[in-house]
Every structure is written in C-alpha cells, then in structure tokens.
C-alpha cells in the first residue's frame, strides 16, 4: 500500500507560474481564505442570521434556565381554561405571579396549570394548612408531572360561588385566622391517555384567603363516566 501524497496546500504560490497566472491563484487563495472552500468553512465576520440556531428542546431537554417543564401556549392563542380570551389577557398573568382575584379565577388558572404542565403553580397555590399540601415539594412536583402526563384534559365548566363553607365553627375559626373561606363548584372532563376512559371529575373545591391571596385547601371530589 502506497503511502498518501500531501494535500496541496492553497496559501502557496508556485513561482514558476507566468504573471497573469500567479495574480489568479493569489486572488483564489485571498477568495478561500475569506469565504472558506466550498461553502464549508464559516467566514469569519459571519452575521448571527447566517449561524445556525440550535434545535429548540423539548420536554426535559436543558435550557439556560434549568428544566423546561412547561407547555404554554402562544400569548395570542386561546386560554385551555374555556374562557374565550387569550393567554396572554386570562390565566398568563396569574401563571407569571399575579394573585387570583376570585377563586373562580384561580380554579380558571390552575386547571390551565394541568393543560400547560405547571407544577410549580400548583404548589404555590395550595393552602400550606390545607389536606393537599405536600412537605415533599420534590415528590410533590414529579408526582403532579405525572399526572399531568398520564391524562388529558378536555373541558372545564365551573359553577357558582359561595362564601364560606356553611360550618359555623369553621366560620369562628376563620376570623380567629382573618381568613375567608369559598367554595367553587366545577367538572372536568378528562381521558387517560392510551385510553378509553373518558370520565368527568366533580369537584367542591374550598379556597382560603390569607394576607390577601386566595389558595386552594382542598376538595370533595366525585366522578362520572362520559
């Protein structure tokens, strides 16, 4: 096996070249060395534009910011909740940090939080005193991204409002607590991926307000079949 030949290199110039000769493979040498040989070879004055962006990630895939859980929507596009507004005009705002002004608005929010897999406004909405609430914030997060993976979330239609719980002890307590308590009636209509099991969840949840802030405490659930 014969040993391979060098590859030319471009940067030399033969000196037994005529004249005319030699200025063209001067200039073709200046013409790879600014432009690059065939197209391979990047400029090195190359404009952002002309760089290739990288692939966008997807689920779990890492970003600067850490973990990308999140499935939200364009701002312009339809809120999951059902209200008819936009993202951007409904449940954005309180995904981003705003406080619920009625707990309609938070039932409204944090069925949008399952469509767009937001575990950590999840958390941060329910009551710290509440029979939801989790210590395990950690087991707690992977345990709603299951939840949030494992089904799909169809329709939400929520019902009426009605102060307090009806309880004239849990009444006394609340001013005890200068909190305020509600209770919202809703349905869910959902499905279990891979899965015919279409169901419809019913739901008598009670909120707590404290310091100005409404929270969910728990719920009296029940299901239905579609």
């Known amino acids: 096996m014969m040993a391979p030949k060098p590859a030319p290199r ?35 004055g190359a404009k952002r534009s002309e760089r290739k962006a990288p692939s966008a990630g997807r689920g779990f895939a890492k970003q600067s910011g850490g973990l990308n859980y999140d499935r939200r929507p364009a701002a312009n596009a339809e809120c999951a909740c059902g209200s008819g507004d936009t993202y951007a005009k409904c449940c954005a705002p309180l995904h981003d940090g705003e ?10 929010a944090r069925y949008a939080a399952y469509q767009y897999r937001l575990p950590d406004f ?29 089904f799909e979330f169809q329709k939400l239609e929520v019902g009426e409002t009605v102060e307090g719980d009806g309880s004239v002890k849990q009444q ?55």
Request: proline fraction near 4%; charged fraction near 30%; hydrophobic fraction near 35%.
């Open 99 to 108: 406080d619920a002004a009625t707990p309609s608005d938070l039932v409204r």
């Open 172 to 226: 006394s307590a609340q001013q005890v607590e200068g909190a305020h308590l509600a209770q919202v009636d809703f349905r869910v209509n959902f499905v279990q991926k891979g899965s015919l099991n279409l169901m419809v969840l019913c739901e008598k949840s009670t909120f707590r307000k404290v310091d100005g802030k409404w929270l969910y405490a728990q719920g009296e659930v029940s299901y239905e079949a579609q």
């Open 10 to 44: 471009p940067d030399l110039i033969r000196t037994d070249l005529p004249d005319d000769k030699r200025k063209q493979v001067a200039k073709a040498r200046r013409a790879a060395k600014q432009e690059g040989l065939g197209g391979f070879a990047p400029r090195s």
């Open 122 to 150: 999840l958390m941060r909405t329910t009551d710290p005193k509440g029979d939801e609430y989790e210590e395990d914030t950690a087991a707690w997060k992977r345990s709603l991204l299951g939840f949030t993976d494992g």
